[in-house]
């Protein structure tokens, strides 16, 4: 099946009338053979090729997205469900006269459409600002003479000529280099300057790391000149797939996908109401159109209108904390994500690691820290001409070192053949030639060494521990070179390569990109958090564990990006629960394992600072990066961390479970609390004379309720709340609208009776008195529902919430006495009534208290969302998702109802496969006493198993799709428990048809 990419390459060939070389020809074939298929030579093009050129390839520039009309484009945004619901919320307030309630309805939805509509225009300024790291004009061979063109006029086959300092114009070929290194770490993420040749690669690797005679378009000389063939311009080079990326429409993130589906749930649940009550109110003989306006009404009373408010809010308060912080919110939706991110991937150069080349070691061949070497490197470093690369830098920064009484002589400059550097000195009249390199060329011209100073011939033995070291040293992660000097015999004008000869051995200098001060700190904390890292980086394997070593980061598996590019999307999602380093990868892989890790259902955070991470900043649910970051990452981040400091990652994290706790509080409050009144409404429709509430009463009750809900921002979240990571989860959602939502109902039809048959009231009595009852009770019971925990004394909610509930409380009972009641048709109701309705409210509340209580023992594992196998992974289970459903094994298919820790774990290690990580076990335990499944006795070291536990294994393990794999290790641990123990439970083994 062809690809867009093979479709473009053959209308390219097609308008050419020859066929352009692929990417592995571009790579391997010899200089002459490559220009040869490129139509192009030594000479250049002449300038009629180039315009020839031009039409068939385009102008070297980076796409940009196709615009569409602002008006167009502004309307777009009004597709959410939620939004159409609060806009028909808001037409029908207005047709019943309550311009407020319409008005405050339209702010909202107008305020959020624009925040939404101005995230847009983000992705264009990224794909600009990478435009602009890009020079203007290039050195181009055309018609056989050099010239400066535009950048934007250089076409495949163009000879360009580049030196220290230029930004690489387009993707092109080496064909000769003198001294040549290039920084491309923004695109590939490696921590040094990389050597480019101009010989054919023997075989072609996927991993641009691996491309050293390719020169990537926006990436910068060091040192060296080159001359090179364009091969690819535009959005067809490297940095070109990048700026493509930046300008498509952002991925749905976790928490739009969960708003969305909220929006649904809430559509049906109106649609379903408003037919019935319709109907219902149709068929009682009232009128079809007071039916339609009462049944609308009631619709606009389910709907949770202030809910973009109260995220708004939300966010914009925990954006505020965290600027506090030295933490930038760009897009405040991606405060939510950052609260439900579980996983946590990383670049390593400039977000782990300082991005800056530090001098680490400077020993001898044995591997004892010397002065000496240190002060022959930095006489080298300090006395050479050429262009400073950042391992020279390194050492001059390392310390100052006083070389007042030293005179340069001469040099002898690098190159890529001898791979060293030396430098003539004087010092108290005699001369040292002082050479630095790459440690196996200056041992090569090394006769003699020092340690100590004592000097010695190199035997083959020294030369072994100068080349064992030099290994041990490369093993750990370190870039090393080699330092040697000689006492010179001769005073000459000039010196050249031939002098370096006889030289002693001095000893090695190693250099570390280090890891940031407070990373390994920050690390811990996520990890506490139950987020888990992985690192994504450009760099070689052995780099990347040596950074590991010094953040005390536990690798559990390293994946190169060789690897990946041969694996299947079915592998990768596979691979990408295991492993948690992956080593040379490029950015299009980046995006892949992000996007695999999404598939499998996390919530996916990535933390980027080069060019090469755009694309995955845009992909991820949270995109965060750095302030040292390039301008195009920043630019695609939804987050920015101002100051060098990542402990503030965990700050972020802890203020978005926040945010989203206060969120989910309106969301419960709202669905279950309106759910129960519009039920009553619809059930007393059937029986009552008349409406149980006029339209306009109803409204006024849920602007009132709105208002007491609006300070719910600044409530305070419960503790055990933001331990772990929360999601959006519809069917908690609707469990809890079912199970609390027909508790108000009790109480609401309890009122009925009283009034009807005690109160013997008349239709404004009932009104009012019902009107007050739901009013109240709605506010108050705010405060149950807000926790898990007992309200006031076990979790105290803030002054704010509060004092708006205390207000709203005192306005209900006072209403009817004022002229502004009359306007809404109140009547004031007999002392008596407040007598009732105080004994309602008490038992109202402690029946929600009883119903709260059994419903967390039954559903809160849903909570706990590592207990939710995800539904995207198909059959495979990982390490840690395997180990606790096995706990979960041992604990139901143990005959006893109690079992003690030791025993658990006895049966465990025997069904694993691998070593037992207790400390996992140990968070298993604490999940499912969270969940309410068992409970655990800490003391005694002892677990029992709950009875919501039978409802987790039969509603949730059974029907999962992991089943068949979960049932595999169920099967084998029955086995073990009854040849260890004698007998499985029979509850279970029935149940599950072991």
């Known amino acids: 099946m062809m690809t867009i990419q093979d479709l473009e390459k053959s209308s390219v060939d097609e308008s050419l009338g020859w066929a352009l070389p692929s990417t592995e020809e571009f790579l391997t074939l010899p200089v002459e053979e490559l220009l040869s298929r490129l139509k192009t030579s030594l000479n250049g093009l002449s300038s009629e ?134 920084n491309q770490s923004a695109l590939t993420g490696e921590s040094f300057p990389v050597e480019k040749t101009g010989l054919p690669l023997k075989t072609f690797d996927p991993s641009i790391t691996e491309w050293s005679n390719y020169l990537f378009m926006g990436t910068s000389v060091v040192s060296g000149t080159v001359t090179a063939v364009v091969v690819k311009t535009g959005s067809h080079t490297e940095y070109g797939k990048i700026a493509k990326r930046l300008v498509e429409k952002e991925p749905e993130t976790e928490f739009q996908r969960g708003i969305r589906s909220f929006g649904y749930m809430i559509m049906q649940v109106t649609f379903l ?36 408010m109260i995220i708004s809010v939300n966010l914009s308060k925990g954006a505020v904390l965290m600027a506090k912080k030295g933490v930038i919110v760009k897009r405040l939706a991606a405060i939510q994500n950052f609260g439900s991110m579980d996983v946590l991937c990383t670049d390593k150069t400039g977000t782990l690691t300082e991005n800056l080349i530090k001098l680490v070691l400077h020993v001898d061949l044995y591997g004892n820290e010397s002065d000496k070497v240190l002060l022959y490197s930095y006489l080298n470093s300090y006395y050479q001409t050429g262009i400073k690369s950042p391992l020279d830098e390194a050492i001059l920064r390392f310390r100052d070192v006083d070389v007042k009484g030293y005179r340069k002589v001469d040099e002898v400059p690098f190159d890529f ?25 200056v041992a090569k011209v090394c006769s003699y060494y020092e340690v100590g100073e004592v000097i010695a011939d190199i035997t083959d033995e020294v030369r072994r521990n100068i080349e064992q070291k030099y290994v041990e040293l490369s093993a750990e992660g370190y870039r090393v ?59 070689n394997e052995l780099v990347t564990r040596k950074v590991c070593e010094h953040l005390g980061f536990d690798i559990k598996g390293v994946v190169a990006g060789s690897e990946i590019a041969q694996m299947h999307d079915d592998a990768l999602a596979r691979v990408v629960e295991e492993a948690n380093v992956f080593c040379r990868v490029t950015p299009a892989q980046k995006d892949r394992i992000i996007n695999a890790l999404k598939n499998n259902g996390h919530v996916v955070g990535f933390l980027g600072d080069g060019i090469n991470d755009a694309p995955s900043l845009k992909t991820a649910d949270v995109g965060i990066s750095v302030e040292n970051a390039v301008d195009v990452a920043k630019e695609s981040a939804d987050i920015i961390l101002l100051q060098n400091d990542l402990r503030v990652l965990h700050d972020g ?23 129960g009144n519009m039920f009553s409404v619809a059930g007393a429709s059937l029986f009552l004379p008349f409406l149980p509430m006029l339209p306009i009463q109803i409204l006024l009750n849920n602007l009132l309720y709105d208002f007491s809900q609006s300070t719910i921002p600044t409530d305070e979240v419960d503790q055990e709340y933001i331990e772990k990571p929360k999601r959006w989860d519809i069917h908690f959602i609707r469990r809890f609208m079912v199970c609390l939502g027909p508790v108000s109902s009790i109480f609401d039809f309890l009122t009925f009776f009283i009034m009807l048959f005690i109160f013997n009231a008349y239709e404004s009595l009932f009104q009012t008195a019902w009107f007050i009852e739901s009013l109240t009770s709605q506010t108050l019971v705010i405060f149950a529902i807000r926790t898990k925990k007992s309200p006031f004394w076990k979790s105290k909610p803030s002054r704010l919430l509060l004092l708006s509930s205390i207000s709203i409380i005192t306005f209900a009972l006072i ?54 196998p995800p539904k995207k992974m198909g059959i495979y289970l990982t390490k840690t998702a395997k180990l606790i459903q096995n706990v979960i094994a041992v604990i139901c298919l143990r005959s006893e109802d109690e079992i003690t820790v030791d025993s658990l774990l006895e049966d465990l290690e025997r069904s694993m496969e691998y070593p037992l990580d207790y400390h996992q076990v140990g968070h298993t335990i604490q999940h499912l006493k969270r969940a309410s499944l068992i409970n655990f006795e800490w003391r005694q070291k002892t677990i029992k198993r709950e009875k919501p536990l039978k409802e987790y294994v039969t509603k949730q393990l059974i029907t999962s799709e992991l089943w068949p ?29 072991l």
């Open 417 to 441: 053949v001898r791979k060293r550097l030396s430098v003539v000195v004087e010092y108290q009249n005699q001369r040292f030639m002082i050479t630095k390199g790459a440690p196996e060329e």
């Open 965 to 993: 794999k979960i049932a595999q290790e169920w099967h084998k641990i029955s086995k073990i428990i009854k040849e260890k123990h004698g007998k499985v439970n029979p509850e279970y083994q029935e149940l599950l048809h």
């Open 481 to 539: 070179l080699a330092v040697s000097y000689k006492r010179l015999r001769e005073d000459k004008p000039i010196y050249t390569a031939g002098d370096e000869t006889e030289m002693v051995f001095l000893g090695f200098i190693a250099f570390l990109d280090p890891p940031k001060e407070t990373a390994k700190e920050a690390l811990q904390l996520l990890k506490n958090a139950s987020i888990e890292l992985k690192i994504l980086t450009g760099d």
């Open 653 to 675: 994290v802890l203020e978005g479970r926040k945010t989203f706790g206060n969120t989910m509080k309106y969301v419960m409050m709202g669905v279950s609390s309106n759910f």
């Open 815 to 868: 209403i009817p006495y004022t002229p502004l009641g009359e306007t809404f048709r109140f009547v004031k109701p007999p002392a008596t009534f407040y007598i009732a309705l105080a004994a309602i409210l008490g038992a109202y509340i402690a029946l929600v208290e009883v119903v709260k209580s059994w419903f967390y023992k039954r559903y809160g594992y849903r909570l706990e969302q590592i207990l939710i």
């Open 273 to 308: 109401l408003v037919l019935f009550v319709f109907f219902i109110n149709a068929l009682y003989m009232r009128s079809v159109l007071d039916s339609l306006l009462f049944a609308v009404a009631l619709a606009v009373g389910l709907t949770p209108e202030l809910l973009p």
């Open 49 to 182: 090729e180039v315009e020839r050129r031009l039409e068939v390839f385009g102008y070297n520039e980076l796409v940009r997205r196709k615009r569409r009309a602002i008006v167009i484009d502004f309307l777009s945004h009004f597709k959410s469900p939620l939004i159409i619901i609060l806009l028909i919320a808001g037409l029908v307030s207005g047709f019943f006269g309550e311009v407020i309630n319409a008005t405050i309805i339209f702010v909202i939805v107008t305020f959020s459409v624009v925040l939404d509509f101005y995230q847009e225009s983000k992705a264009e300024r990224a794909a600009e600002m990478l435009k602009q790291r890009v020079a203007t004009t290039a050195t181009v061979l055309r018609d056989g003479v050099k010239k400066e063109v535009s950048l934007a006029e250089i076409v495949p086959g163009d000879i360009i000529f580049l030196s220290a300092g230029d930004i690489v114009p387009a993707d092109a070929r080496v064909i000769n280099a003198k001294d040549l290194f290039v």
